[in-house]
């Protein structure tokens, strides 16, 4: 499951600059994957999905959540996307962390 199946993809390397840069880390080419704009749920769309709770710690990262409970730790992002904190940098220690499930039905809704 990648969250990147169906995205335009750009090239990056048409200015100057840019191909300095990419020269300079003996690159040819780099692609930009269009960013998916997915909409939050409303409440009553949290409502129609199962959810394990779980308190962030010091520790806690959400690809680390990922891999324990989707068994795949590059669908941090669907956690993050649930909870409306893009990274593990907007969690607190303390924080609730809604696990969303079933991911098959939680991932067509994304894609």
Do not use: C
């Amino acid at each position: 499951m990648s969250r990147y199946t169906n995205k335009r993809i750009f090239q990056a390397n048409r200015t100057p600059a840019a191909k300095d840069i990419l020269r300079s880390r003996n690159l040819t080419n780099t692609r930009l994957i269009e960013t998916a704009l997915a909409q939050p749920l409303s409440n009553e769309e949290r409502g129609q999905y199962s959810m394990r709770t779980v308190i962030w710690q010091r520790r806690t990262r959400l690809f680390k959540l990922a891999f324990e409970f989707y068994g795949d730790s590059k669908l941090w992002w669907i956690i993050a996307w649930f909870n409306q904190k893009p990274t593990d940098a907007h969690f607190s220690v303390g924080d609730e962390v809604l696990i969303p499930f079933p991911l098959d039905q939680i991932y067509e809704r994304l894609i």
